[in-house]
């Protein structure tokens, strides 16, 4: 079945440093890809989406490509804030596969110290 | 502004007992969902609903049941068969079936 591979965090980053987060994907269809956030304490909030190959979402100064060579959608920033300390979910939803769901990555969190 | 609300924040709940968390949208949404997230892991599915007064089992539907009699509103309610139902609970809504979800604060929900 359709599948979400996130990198394990935590993440420790210092400010304005650059931040990748790896998402990998396992897909038979042709899934739109999402990043979430969760700011602690909080619900998720959506922070981009590409819904086809080659397509760059991009919101806050995040970014992040649909590679479907590398079945990948990593999350990269060029410098990172305090704010932005935050788990970081991967997300797929694919109609024609995975019917009944989105699929959501186990998360990634990450924390930007001054 | 649109959006999704969940209340209360925090509830408590004693043994034997069924909670209900309250879950409301005013986005217009056709869908809705209820997902549970336990520290450090990701969302797991416990019910949704594509339209009125129909829904659907997720993956972890077992002790816990829902109800879809309004567009705006899908509540869940924790029953005394969750023998495990300390958690952070989210709701999230979208137009079509599946498409991008939005979704609520959250309500978490402690075992006295």
């Known amino acids: 079945g359709d599948s979400v591979t996130q990198m394990e965090g935590p993440v420790t980053l210092s400010e304005e440093a650059f931040l990748t987060i790896n998402c990998t994907y396992t897909a038979t269809g042709y899934p739109s890809l999402f990043w979430y956030v969760q700011y602690p304490g909080e619900g998720l909030q959506l922070l981009l989406k590409a819904t086809k190959a080659d397509d760059k979402g991009s919101n806050k100064g995040f970014e992040a490509t649909y590679r479907k060579e590398t079945t990948s959608f990593h999350l990269e920033k060029g410098s990172v804030q305090v704010s932005d300390s935050a788990v970081y979910f991967c997300?797929?939803?694919?109609?024609?596969?995975?019917?009944?769901?989105?699929?959501f990555g186990p998360g990634t969190s990450l924390s930007v110290i001054p | 502004d649109g959006g999704i609300t969940q209340s209360p924040k925090y509830l408590f709940r004693k043994e034997g007992q069924n909670v209900t968390l309250s879950c409301e949208q005013n986005l217009n949404h056709d869908a809705m969902y209820w997902y549970r997230q336990d520290p450090g892991q990701g969302l797991r599915l416990i019910y949704y609903s594509q339209i009125v007064n129909d829904f659907q089992k997720g993956d972890i539907a077992e002790g816990y049941s829902v109800s879809r009699e309004k567009k705006e509103s899908f509540p869940l309610t924790v029953t005394s068969a969750q023998k495990n139902p300390t958690a952070f609970y989210l709701c999230?809504?979208?137009?079509?079936?599946?498409?991008?979800?939005?979704f609520g604060p959250g309500t978490r929900l402690l075992v006295l």
């Open positions: 997300a797929l939803s694919d109609l024609k596969t995975s019917y009944d769901k989105v699929i």
């Open positions: 999230a809504s979208s137009q079509g079936f599946w498409e991008t979800q939005y």
